[in-house]
């Protein structure tokens, strides 16, 4: 299990001067990047294999979020290796201890030249310490959109969108996804399904469901293609 430390800082909140939902996710992503530059299959690694862990799902579980300069550690760890899949946990706690999110991820490696699916060979997740699985609730990592969607708005894809993958950054579709959400909804779960890349250039269009507490946000392209779609579960 791997463990950074970390304060929130005031950038990272919203107006109720608590996280955002995408800072929890960026936390996250920070975690596994720095735990694997430290065990050497970092970023130079991959690139020289042509190789890239790209994200696959979501399924987040917010108990709360945290206050403004609030202390927090954040862990993840390695719960097996599937196949060309790999599953990741995570968790969000506060220097006292209390948990304050969960997550489970699932991640596809892949060759950068072929785009293909490829699976990991033993010298490549032999330094990966193993953990148990979280406990959460089981779900399907496929989200459906239930009927009746509606445009909310369009987002061209800019530089600060971009990582170093070349396309949008995992939890900036998070981000455009918060723009479905009602002011005041208290989120308590995510899910996200990742079906393409969007890239520099490209067009997003944001469309929303709602059905009680679940609203679903599906950010298409112009042909109504899904880049991702994103599942908040409030209260």
Not at 192 to 202: Q, R, S
Request: with cysteine.
């Amino acid at each position: 299990m791997y463990k950074m430390e970390g304060r929130v800082r005031y950038s990272e909140c919203a107006t109720d001067n608590q996280i955002k939902i995408p800072a929890i996710i960026n936390y996250f992503q920070d975690c596994t990047t720095e735990n694997s530059e430290k065990i050497g299959v970092g970023h130079d690694f991959l690139v020289k294999r042509k190789r890239a862990w790209i994200l696959n799902s979501w399924q987040v579980e917010i108990n709360r979020r945290p206050m403004v300069r609030e202390e927090i550690d954040v862990f993840t760890w390695a719960t097996g290796f599937k196949g060309v899949f790999g599953p990741r946990d995570f968790c969000m706690k506060t220097a006292e201890g209390e948990e304050l999110a969960r997550a489970h991820s699932l991640w596809v490696y892949i060759d950068t030249e072929s785009g293909r699916p490829v699976k990991p060979t033993e010298d490549e997740i032999a330094v990966y310490e193993m953990g148990e699985p979280l406990s959460m609730e089981e779900v399907s990592r496929k989200i459906k959109v239930p009927e009746g969607a509606i445009k909310v708005d369009t987002f061209p894809v800019h530089k600060y969108h971009i990582d170093t993958n070349h396309h949008v950054n995992n939890s900036k579709y998070i981000e455009l996804a918060c723009e479905a959400l009602p002011e005041h909804f208290c989120v308590k779960k995510v899910r996200v399904e990742y079906k393409k890349a969007a890239v520099l250039g490209d067009t997003m269009i944001l469309k929303r469901a709602i059905e009680k507490e679940r609203i679903v946000a599906e950010l298409c392209d112009e042909e109504d293609s899904s880049y991702a779609i994103v599942e908040f579960i409030g209260e």
